[in-house]
């Protein structure tokens, strides 16, 4: 099981940093992780993405520069740091783990074995 936390509102050029911890699994160096989001009205959505062992990270042409994606393997538990959030960036945030082999990064939605019920970010002023 995965829970997301750490939405909100927050104002245009805002920041916010979402938390992703895993219950009942290990991710430990076995499971990919990503970020998805979904606006009302919109379809889900790959934000961000991060290999096993966290070397390799890939990012969607919008948020990159603004967002950043880490996991702490130790405790269990990825993040994402938002920085610079625009009123486009409001939309339900959902992380989700793959079962991996070998190292790589996962940018499509249905290649994920798990997914957490999400959290609300809202970017208005």
């Known amino acids: 099981q995965l829970q997301a936390s750490g939405g909100g509102l927050v104002q245009p050029g805002g920041s916010l940093r979402l938390s992703c911890a895993a219950s009942?699994?290990?991710?430990?160096?076995?499971?990919?992780m990503g970020w998805f989001r979904q606006a009302p009205g919109k379809e889900r959505e790959f934000v961000a993405a991060?290999?096993?062992?966290?070397?390799?990270?890939s990012y969607a042409d919008s948020v990159k520069g603004r967002f950043t994606i880490s996991r702490d393997n130790a405790n269990n538990a990825v993040y994402l740091q938002m920085n610079s959030l625009k009123p486009e960036d409001t939309a339900v945030y959902y992380c989700?783990?793959?079962?991996?082999?070998?190292?790589?990064?996962?940018?499509?939605?249905?290649?994920?074995?798990?997914w957490g019920q999400g959290t609300h970010v809202t970017v208005s002023s």
């Open positions: 989700a783990a793959r079962y991996m082999r070998v190292q790589g990064v996962v940018t499509t939605p249905n290649e994920y074995d798990y």
């Open positions: 009942g699994f290990t991710l430990g160096s076995r499971y990919a």
């Open positions: 991060i290999s096993r062992g966290g070397g390799w990270t």
